[in-house]
């Protein structure tokens, strides 16, 4: 998401009540409401439910303070390798500016108070943004894991090996 516009409308569409106006949710069969028994419902379901922006852009880096500000917000997550791209390196996630950009998020999210997640490449790294107060971390896909996992049972094989 790239401006606030963009994130207040996210949150809004996810709610029966925004922000003391009324949100776009739409209302849910009569079974998610126990078939009318449910008087707290609509309250219950705003409550718990959680939205959360995708910082990804160099738009939304430009517009991060005026994002965090929306109310209801549940967190953002930074996207550093769609952030590189938008940045003018693609992929190089271990650049300066894009290090600089990442920083920026996490140190105003922290400061106003919302969450903020990342992705993790491996443990040491995990390990360094939990302690620099990062709250959610992706610490990998299972396509990755199951990856590993293959490789290390050919690691000892001794034939040819084409494809890597």
Not at 30 to 46: I, Q, S
Request: net charge negative.
């Amino acid at each position: 998401m790239k401006t606030t516009a963009e994130v207040r409308e996210a949150v809004r569409s996810a709610r029966f009540d925004y922000d003391g106006e009324p949100g776009d949710r739409g209302l849910a069969a009569p079974r998610a409401r126990r078939w009318g028994l449910a008087p707290d419902y609509v309250a219950t379901e705003d409550a718990e439910t959680l939205v959360g922006a995708t910082i990804e852009t160099a738009g939304s880096i430009g517009n991060i303070d005026a994002i965090l500000d929306v109310p209801d917000l549940g967190f953002v997550f930074i996207g550093p390798f769609d952030l590189s791209v938008s940045l003018g390196h693609p992929g190089e996630v271990d650049h300066p500016e894009v290090q600089e950009a990442v920083e920026t998020v996490r140190s105003r999210a922290v400061e106003a108070g919302v969450p903020v997640g990342s992705l993790g490449f491996g443990m040491d790294d995990v390990n360094e943004k939990a302690t620099n107060g990062y709250d959610i971390l992706h610490l990998g896909s299972t396509t990755g894991a199951l990856k590993g996992v293959i490789e290390g049972w050919t690691d000892d094989f001794e034939g040819e090996r084409p494809y890597r």
